[in-house]
């Protein structure tokens, strides 16, 4: 596709993995979980919505996918008013999976190896026959999603509730920085 414009969007402050551990520590997926989505996904998702303008995007969830997602519907608007079209919410993985090969559609090969669901490499595993398509997200937890879809949680809230009050902090110690800085005299020669 070589006339797409693509745009990539990092974690904020960070250039790659290697910065994302030296401020995270190793692992943040397993020592924080919230924090890890929400720096690695949600917020990033959340700010390339907003940079780029998106007023709806497309999605793939369906309804067969259980949990959160039995009551989708085909159309929904989140609390950040972001329209969420999900056209294949009423299909199973079977017709999913009947389409792609009817139609040749590329999908991800890992399919194949028994990954129903792909999500982050150090979360997903492939699922066993007759096992629901979403239980290698996050196997052995109760957490399933990453909260790129979720309600806004009291974690996103909160931590948008700190990092205000830190921009309002940083802007009163500039504001008494600021007063507090003597002004030499001038003098006017005539």
Known sequence: YPDVALHTFSPAGLADA?????RYGPKLWETDPDLYDWVAKVELAERAYA???VAAVLTGRRRSQGD???DLGVLEVDDAGLV????????SFAQVKAYIDEH????NVLLDQ???????WHSTQPV??????RAGRWKGQEKTECGIHNKRSKYAMYLEEMDRKAKAEAEAVAAATAAA???APVEIAM
Do not use: C, H, I, M
Request: proline share 8%; net charge negative.
């Open 18 to 22: 290697a910065e994302f551990e030296t």
């Open 51 to 53: 940079d780029l303008g």
């Open 68 to 70: 959160k997602r039995t």
């Open 84 to 91: 969420k079209l999900n056209p294949l919410f009423n299909w």
């Open 104 to 107: 040749n559609v590329p999908y």
């Open 114 to 120: 028994g990954y129903k669901s792909v999500g982050d």
């Open 128 to 133: 066993a026959q007759g096992e629901d398509e």
């Open 181 to 183: 800085t003597p002004v």
